[in-house]
């Protein structure tokens, strides 16, 4: 996860170089939903130039990003709340914060792989396997780090202390909450659809309406 002040295209492509030094493999794709600040020629010059595979959700479909759009709650809503954070102080907060996330997550967070998937009428049988780290799987499972990384993963493993960890993410929320508390709440804009919303003039026009046994207009002539 990354923090990025803007959605320009030079500050997304910025972050997604971030992540790509990050990351203990090589990166061989990017898949993003429809935004202007993904589908953008600088995005898609630098991924040329990195020989990186672009690809997009279909547009209105959220299923096609699933495993990402349920990050949303998972790991940056629980962490960062709702709250809002705008200033340069409270980026450099955020990106701590994910960066130590980042390794509690993948070293120490166990998680169940779905290994299949029986449907019998209405009735569905998940089989999942034995829970394990991304640090475990990564290791053992697949051939796709170097030696050196494969060391320096083991390094971070042993001198990691999680409840350290869990200590410090604790204190950057703790001081995230107070700075944006600080600042005062954001006064909404006004609805100016609020009485179309309310459904104020649909109910006072039905309070006006005539009643069957009325007459609107006034008669002049024998009908």
């Known amino acids: 996860m990354r923090t990025v002040r803007s959605k320009g295209e030079r500050v997304v492509a910025d972050a997604l170089q971030q992540i790509q030094l990050a990351l203990p493999f090589h990166l061989a794709g990017i898949h993003s939903d429809n935004g202007s600040e993904f589908i953008n020629h600088h995005l898609l010059r630098w991924c ?28 940056v809503r629980r962490c960062a709340g709702y709250l809002r954070y705008d200033t340069a102080r409270e980026q450099r907060l955020l990106d701590q914060m994910w960066q130590l996330e980042s390794v509690l997550f993948n070293l120490f967070s ?9 449907r019998v009428g209405a009735k569905v049988t998940k089989r999942y396997d034995i829970a394990r780290t991304p640090a475990d799987r990564l290791l053992n499972d697949y051939n796709l780090v170097t030696d050196q990384d494969r060391a320096a993963i083991q390094a971070l493993l042993q001198e ?15 001081e995230l909450i107070y700075l944006a508390r600080r600042r005062g709440s954001v006064k909404p804009q006004p609805n100016r659809h609020h009485i179309y919303d309310s459904r104020t003039k649909i109910k006072n026009a039905s309070k006006k309406r005539a009643l069957s046994d009325e007459s609107t207009n006034t008669t002049y002539r024998a009908s």
């Open 48 to 75: 040329n130039t990195w020989q990186i595979t672009f690809t997009r959700g279909r547009p209105n479909h959220k299923n096609d990003n699933a495993h990402v759009e349920q990050k949303n709650w998972a790991f």
């Open 110 to 118: 166990a998680q169940q792989k779905l290994v299949s998937k029986t």
């Open 160 to 174: 990691t202390n999680p409840a350290a960890l869990r200590r410090r993410i604790g204190d950057i929320q703790s």
